[in-house]
């Protein structure tokens, strides 16, 4: 890593020191606010947030300190469901009461297990909350809620399995869906999106499936050391025996094969992703969403068919990530990106996968939802073109001058 | 019983021991047992018992009118394929299409269903990209065969309405399936010549292809719809399978039922292949120049490749009510069967 992965990628380095300079830092927007609770509150997304604070700081002033606090909402819950050292009966009380927390001033939770890196949070509670009954009402209601149904389903799945897809989807969209649905209700609460942004739950849905699937995949290694299972058994019985099978030697085709019917499933949500990118309006709103779509194709991709998945953590290159965020911008950039890595996906697509048609005709379909719209900067037809026309005019002008040059001869046959 | 063998409705398909026409035939057998069957066609394969057969030419009045008294419904499937004569596209699709209107109309025919193509709507530059019904027919046609079957379909379309003959037609876009001529044994055949190593084109081009079934059940919807439905007379459909691939993948979803190892080793890319496309396409209009009758569509189909071709079939949904039955991936897999089959016997 280092100096010879900037060489191969000058672009991503341009674009890293671009980032460095514009991007604004969190003591930017912690300066902002003199209330030193909401600025604690920022200090709690630096700390548990790896990818959505600098997202959420820039965000218009309007939504910024809601969908701040939601996170914070969101990932209070998380801890509480990620903390295996908490009784079962207890855990499940905890999230499915989690939402009234929310308006409880001056609660806080001191129990976390030693290992939860994000205890701290609920230790200092009263803060986040404090901050939440600020806002206005109709966002209250909008996060309570969204807490309250998620809370039930991590309770629901903290005593039952990922068995059947159906209830993978259903733990997906509890923990990510719900995310979606919310934020487009408070986009729409807003104002700065349509106010019936709100109503699109099937299509916030797959946003959020989209990003949870491929983190499930992607993490498999990391989730399987930890003791969780949240590949359905319905798509992975098809390859193996037990999940943990798909790592040994000897599996490794079967391990692919998995590997690569779990990304054809999270692959179908990106029509429904771009029907929802093209709703938006605000520019702030849009880049919120749509960098960490852009993050989950470009992830799904580097997934796809690579064993590594079964040796390490995979993961995109820091300044292929940085490029990205530059880059998503409006919808046309977003498209030309999904274009890229939707091609590179068909690349990898071998076929002796068992899934090998149903992987291209599912490309096939995103392709003809993104490609229709997309403005393209500059284009091969018309390089091609080029070259075919200068070609073609070459050989004209070999061939008028090679009958020039016989026609001496020619004359004297013709007699003329 | 005079009266319930008039109130049975007669259908004529019109090419209908060809590839779709057949199909066609077969679906129609299968929902409709209470209707009786005709089929116009130059030749037939085998007969079937519950069929009454016309064999001759479209173009030929007495055998068309013969055929079309007493029907309810014609189905107008019959056409050369692409690669036919100018001059055969211009007799069947354009004159023959003529004969079958005028048939029709004098014999009191109610209904006509015209099997038009995708390709009335291909220019000769630009690409489609998710056309619809409201795309106007090109300046200038991608080739010959779009031309002609263009002029076929603004006949029919036109005759909707006159003398109560109610006319719609369907655009389909490569059809493939059993009984194929044309995809499928050549496709198969181009793997045993290790063709499908050769990959002109970067394959980033969409294409819509069509599994037969599908494309005779849009037929069924339109012979059960048209009759009634102020909608859809008059009006054209496109039908696909809603699922267009990158070009490439039509054939390699073949192609990787039947073996392990079908990677290209030579990938031509786009603009090289547009490098010679251009080449090819001033060689030959040189040719035609100095060689009098001289006309090849060699250039035509390396512009196939590079090309996006694919349909929005909103309308059909809507107005016929049509989805696809059988999907691509199915489609492939009944295809191979039935060739493997075929070349069993």
Known sequence: MGVLTWLSHPTELVAMIRYAVTVPSASDTADKTNDPGLQRCYEFLDMTSRSFAAVIKSLSPTLRDVICLYYLALRGLDTIEDDMSLPLDYKVTLLRSFHSFLTQPGWCFTESGENEKDAVLLVEYDVVIEQFMKLDPKFQDIIVDSAKRMGNGMADFSVKRVVSRDDYELYCHYVAGLVGEGLSALFAASGLEDPDLGKETELSNSLGLFLQKTNIIRDYLEDLQDTRQFWPKEIWGLYAKELGDLTEPGNEKQALACLNHMCMDALSHVPDVFAYLEKLRDPSVFRFVAIPQVMAIATITTVFSNYKVFQQNVKIRKGEAVKLIMRANNVNAVRGIFIEYLRQFHAKNVSTDPNYTKINVLIGQCLARVLPLYQPESSCLATGTMIGTGLALLGIIYYQWTTLASSDVSSHHTGL | ?345
């Open chain 2, 1 to 345: 019983m005079v009266e319930s063998t008039s109130s049975a409705p007669v259908y004529l398909v019109i090419g209908g021991g060809g590839f779709l026409g057949s199909h066609i035939v077969d679906l129609l057998s299968e929902r409709h047992p209470e209707a009786s069957l005709r089929i116009l066609d130059l030749r037939v394969p085998n007969k079937l018992p519950h069929v009454e057969y016309f064999l001759g030419d479209i173009c030929d009045p007495e055998l068309v009118d013969r055929a079309c008294a007493g029907v309810t419904t014609v189905i107008h499937t019959a056409s050369p394929h692409p690669g036919s004569p100018r001059a055969i596209m211009r007799k069947v699709n354009v004159e023959g299409t003529a004969n079958v209107i005028r048939g029709c109309q004098t014999q009191g025919v109610g209904n006509l269903i015209y099997t038009s193509s995708s390709s009335v709507v291909m220019p000769a530059q630009g690409q489609v990209v998710n056309a619809d019904e409201t795309l106007p027919y090109p300046s200038q046609f991608a080739d010959y065969y779009g031309e002609t079957k263009a002029q076929a379909e603004e006949l029919v379309l036109k005759a909707n309405g006159e003398k109560a003959l109610r006319t719609c037609s369907l655009r389909p876009a490569g059809i493939f399936g059993p009984r194929d001529q044309q995809m499928v044994p050549k496709g198969m055949a181009s793997l045993k010549r290790n063709a499908h190593r050769f990959q002109l084109g970067s394959n980033r081009t969409l294409t819509d292809f069509t599994y037969v079934t599908n494309v005779a059940h849009a037929h069924t919807l339109a012979v059960e719809k048209l009759p009634t439905d102020d909608r859809i007379a008059g009006e054209a459909f496109f039908i696909t399978n809603d699922s267009p691939v990158l070009f490439w993948d039509q054939l390699r979803g073949l192609w990787s039922l039947v073996s392990n190892d079908i990677r290209p080793w030579v990938v031509i890319p786009d603009a090289v292949a547009y490098a010679i496309y251009y080449l090819v396409y001033y060689v030959l209009a040189l040719l035609s120049l100095f060689i009098p009758g001289f006309k090849s569509n060699a250039a035509f189909v390396i512009k196939l490749l590079l090309t996006h071709r694919f349909y929005n079939i909103t309308k059909a949904k809507t107005l016929l009510g049509y989805h696809p039955i059988v999907s691509l991936d199915d489609g492939y897999r009944r295809s191979v069967e039935w060739y493997l089959e075929s070349q069993r016997e």
